[in-house]
């Protein structure tokens, strides 16, 4: 049976903030253990030890006090459409969601007797909701920091698997879940590491649509996607919902991070009002990342979003902290708003959330697909016809170790590197399919030949990478 509950100020927090919920049950018991299930927490402030509803929680159902309704009590069937209204006993003495149980006092113990967290501290950190934008190679030590350090509701959106090649860094993770959803598997990490929060999964692809709503139940964001289209999605979002956007990006030894858009600070269209074309800045999967990296910066962003919580040091507002794996040095830029910053200025024309898709040319993440006119060619249809006989000329554009890894049968390997240099081997007038790991260098080649004359050209789409997982998955890929 269909029944709603309607749910007091109190637990909202439980449940997403929502005013009522409807679950399907037979019972009122049943109603109430289907709502407990939604969160640990929320089932210890209805029922104790035993199972039995807390003396200072009353359940009505319709006009109803189920207390009333002996014997049958909670066990009285409900009817579809019913109504069961929950009653908080405000000051029942009971301890209530910001208190710390003894073992939360236990747990945190390192942080209370700190004079910059304390008691005090520690409550803020429990009331505090805080949504990781990507469980990925940022948000896995945040998420597992921030679910340490007791941040009271904590959200995160991914929509991805976990693949082999995520585990080199992606530390939420370990090799048994390869296959599996992201967010199962971060969830269950993290509620093993701290079963005293609440978790909540989104498994949704942040949108438009979507993304207004979803911030507006957090205060503070933290970016720790791989794609422009994503980043200014958030930024916007945070800047029209004022949440701050604790934001980090990482790419092969160097990192970036910095607080947008709290107290007054610049937002990330301050510092880029667009991204970049298309192509000139690869993303992880083209350009790789040393494991730790992502480790080190998304640490600094569970950092920065501890002290905004706390109200403690000086946050990475107006500054923007870069870090160079390589020489081990930290660096800092100044950035201002600006009066011109098209979502935070003096004149916003951003007003509302736009098509981010087409805004960053259709650069999708990790999977760059041809959008920009380039004659291409799919995997599928390379080996249908070359299988019916005809030639071709596949010059692959990765660097020398990438092709000891894998290539695709019949490749020449031909590093974009040495290309400027090894021109004078090709022939321009005939006709070259350029290869690389998923597509970034093979467009970069394409734009490079185009420059040097050469008409006859296309781009095999998504590289080796497409073919592995088309054509030959036997093969190893990276
Ligand atoms: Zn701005």
Redesign the pocket.
């Known amino acids: 049976m269909p029944v709603t509950i309607l749910i007091p100020t109190p637990l909202r927090r439980f449940v997403g903030g929502s005013k009522s919920l409807e679950v399907i049950a037979g019972t009122v018991q049943g109603a109430l253990t289907t709502l407990s299930d939604r969160s640990p927490e929320l089932r210890r402030q209805l029922f104790d030890d035993q199972g039995h509803l807390r003396s200072f929680v009353n359940v009505f159902l319709g006009n109803e006090n189920i207390r009333d309704l002996a014997p049958a009590g909670a066990a009285v069937a409900v009817q579809d459409g019913d109504v069961l209204t929950l009653l908080l006993a405000i000051a029942g003495g009971a301890p209530t969601a910001n208190e710390l149980s003894t073992d939360e006092l236990r747990r945190y113990s390192r942080h209370l007797i700190m004079p910059e967290v304390t008691l005090e501290g520690q409550k803020r950190l429990k009331r505090a909701r805080v949504l990781c934008v990507g469980a990925g190679g940022l948000g896995s030590p945040l998420a597992l920091y921030l679910a340490a350090a007791g941040v009271g509701k904590l959200g995160i959106v991914d929509f991805d698997v976990v693949d082999l090649t995520n585990i080199q860094r992606q530390i939420l993770y370990s090799t048994a879940d390869v296959g599996f959803r992201k967010l199962d598997a971060a969830s269950e990490r993290l509620r093993q590491l701290n079963p005293e929060i609440e978790i909540v999964p989104h498994p949704i692809r942040l949108s438009s649509e979507n993304a207004s709503e979803l911030f507006r139940q957090y205060d503070i964001v933290a970016d720790g996607t791989d794609n422009y289209p994503t980043r200014y999605l958030i930024?916007d979002v945070c800047?029209l919902t004022g949440r701050p956007n604790v934001y980090a990006s990482v790419f092969r030894f160097e990192g970036q991070m910095s607080v947008?858009?709290a107290n007054r600070g610049?937002?990330?269209?301050?510092?880029f009002p667009e991204p970049p074309p298309v192509g000139l800045v690869p993303s992880c999967a083209e350009g790789g990342v040393l494991g730790v990296l992502p480790g080190i910066i998304g640490s600094l962003q569970a950092l920065e979003v501890l002290k905004l919580i706390l109200g403690i040091g000086e946050p990475a507002v107006g500054r923007l902290l870069l870090f160079d794996a390589l020489e081990l040095k930290f660096h800092e830029l100044p950035i201002r708003?600006?009066a011109d910053?098209?979502?935070?200025?003096k004149h916003?024309s951003i007003v509302a959330p736009v098509d981010y898709e087409s805004f960053c040319g259709a650069r999708g993440g990790e999977a760059p697909q041809d959008e920009r006119g380039i004659p291409s060619i799919s995997v599928e249809d390379f080996e249908r016809r070359r299988k019916l006989g005809e030639e071709f000329l596949l010059l692959d554009v990765r660097e020398p170790f990438e092709h000891a890894i894998v290539m695709i049968p019949g490749g020449i390997a031909f590093p974009l590197s040495e290309l400027p240099a090894r021109l004078h081997e090709l022939d321009s007038a005939r006709t070259y399919t350029l290869s690389c790991h998923h597509g970034t260098r093979s467009r970069q080649a394409y734009y490079r030949l185009k420059l040097a004359g050469f008409e006859h050209l296309q781009i095999l789409s998504g590289g080796v990478n497409a073919w592995v997982e088309k054509i030959d998955p036997n093969l190893p890929s990276y």
Do not use: E, H, I, Q
């Open positions: 930024n800047v947008f858009g610049p937002c990330y269209r301050c510092l708003r600006s910053c098209p979502a935070c200025g916003p």
